[in-house]
């Protein structure tokens, strides 16, 4: 909570703005030239270079053991980071 306070970032939505975040980053790998209008980022078409080498982008790693945080893992990442 402290480092989302730091930032002057609400600690609440924090899952839902990490999934736009993510899906934000994946357009930019993705496509040529992109635009993507959410709840959290927006922004019109943009080049965005050198994009990664893997065409699926770079991998996204989310941790968590809470059912919510394995749900995130389900839904969009690419990989689970467990501990506890």
């Known amino acids: 909570r402290e480092e989302f306070e730091a930032l002057g970032v609400p600690f609440e939505g924090r899952a839902a ?3 736009e975040y993510v899906a934000a980053m994946r357009t930019l790998w993705r496509e ?3 635009s993507f209008d959410g709840q959290f980022v927006a922004f019109d ?3 965005v270079n050198p ?3 893997a065409r699926q982008g770079l991998p996204v790693v989310v941790g968590g053991n809470s059912n919510a945080a394995l749900g ?3 839904a969009w990442g690419d990989g689970w980071y467990g501990f506890n």
């Open 17 to 19: 703005r990490t999934a």
């Open 32 to 34: 040529d030239v992109a």
């Open 45 to 47: 078409p943009i080049r």
């Open 51 to 53: 994009k990664p080498v």
């Open 72 to 74: 995130r893992v389900a």
